[in-house]
């Protein structure tokens, strides 16, 4: 072979084969690519559940549904931490991880509380889990604040929204009262029930029918009446809304918002004082409409005091 060839066949091989390192290195390339992508799919796909801010190791709730000695399902602390994964509770109450809500859904079934023609899915407080009999006076205080939604929500026949509560302060007669008066159970009227009613929030309280009523008379429900109830100007709708309830000695101010107040500091709210109070929160839905319902959502809860 002479010289030259040779030497043009050299070229030619060594430059085959940079050629094919080339390649084989896009090749590589490439499919390093695709492994990044794919790890980054399976990233997105991994997203982290979003919880509410609620800490429900002080509530116990009321479902919309019977027990097996038909009367309203509870589940009271702890077994309401895991609430979630309780196969009975996931139509009525259950976590929505895309907005970091707890979604409270209530219909008309036969499982309705005592003293009432309605059915819920809603919170109670229990100051100390499990128990019923340990509660607040007016005097001891209290607060809550709450950011809620109205997600969902059927109309009446005159195409107007069903409308349900939302927020309550109950009272409670304490045992000694409840033996005082000759009640059969610790049950004493709600001062407090905050409604979302056609896109805006209404206040209702009591008032005292004889406001020279005795100590011993305050104590029966039938002393009391309801107020005419107060509308706030702003129109939630289905937004988010924040309502804060702020409760002391003769004294209960209830927030929308942060901006608009209403303020209750009267004989009424003084008398008050004689009761225990507990709060409520949740789905009281106030239909017997067949077929109606709504999905209320709450993102933040806290109470204090």
């Known amino acids: 072979m002479k010289p030259f060839r040779k030497e043009i ?19 590589s ?29 002080h509530w116990k709730v009321t479902l919309p549904v019977t027990n097996d000695k038909g009367k309203p399902y509870e589940i009271e ?11 009975i509770a996931k139509p009525y109450m259950y976590l929505d991880s895309t907005d970091a809500s707890i979604v409270f859904h209530a219909m008309p079934t036969a ?14 407080e229990q100051m100390v889990p499990g128990d019923n ?25 005159d195409g107007k929204y069903h409308r349900t509560i939302i927020l309550q302060i109950h009272g409670r007669l304490t045992n000694e009262q ?17 409604y979302w009613d056609k896109g805006k929030v209404r206040v209702k309280t ?50 929308l918002n942060g901006h608009e107040y209403k303020v209750y500091e009267d004989i009424h709210i003084r008398k008050w004082g004689i009761f225990e109070n507990y709060f409520k929160a949740g789905n009281y839905f106030q239909s017997r409409d067949e ?4 999905k209320v959502k709450f993102y933040e809860l806290e109470v204090s005091h």
């Open 178 to 194: 409840r033996d005082l008066i000759g009640a059969d159970d610790n049950n004493a009227p709600p001062i407090l029930k905050i």
């Open 291 to 294: 077929g109606s319902y709504s």
């Open 9 to 27: 066949l050299i070229a030619i091989l060594i430059g085959f084969i940079s050629v094919n390192a080339t390649c084989q290195k896009k090749v």
């Open 111 to 124: 499982s309705k509380t005592r003293n009432t023609k309605y059915t819920r899915s809603e919170l109670r």
């Open 206 to 255: 009591k008032v005292l029918k004889n406001i020279n009523a005795s100590d011993t008379a305050l104590l029966h429900e039938e002393a009391w009446d309801n107020d005419e109830g107060f509308n706030f100007q702003q129109e939630v709708g289905f937004r988010k809304f924040t309502i804060e309830v702020q409760v002391s000695d003769g004294k209960m101010v209830v927030i």
């Open 77 to 87: 602390p702890p077994e309401i931490l895991n609430f979630a994964t309780n196969e």
């Open 29 to 57: 390339s490439v499919a390093e690519t695709d492994v990044k992508v794919e790890k980054k799919k399976k990233k997105k796909k991994k997203k982290k559940v979003k919880l509410p801010k609620i800490d429900l190791s």
């Open 133 to 157: 009999n340990v509660n607040w006076t007016f005097k001891k205080g209290g607060n809550l604040k709450a950011k809620i939604a109205m997600e969902e929500t059927t109309r009446d026949s």
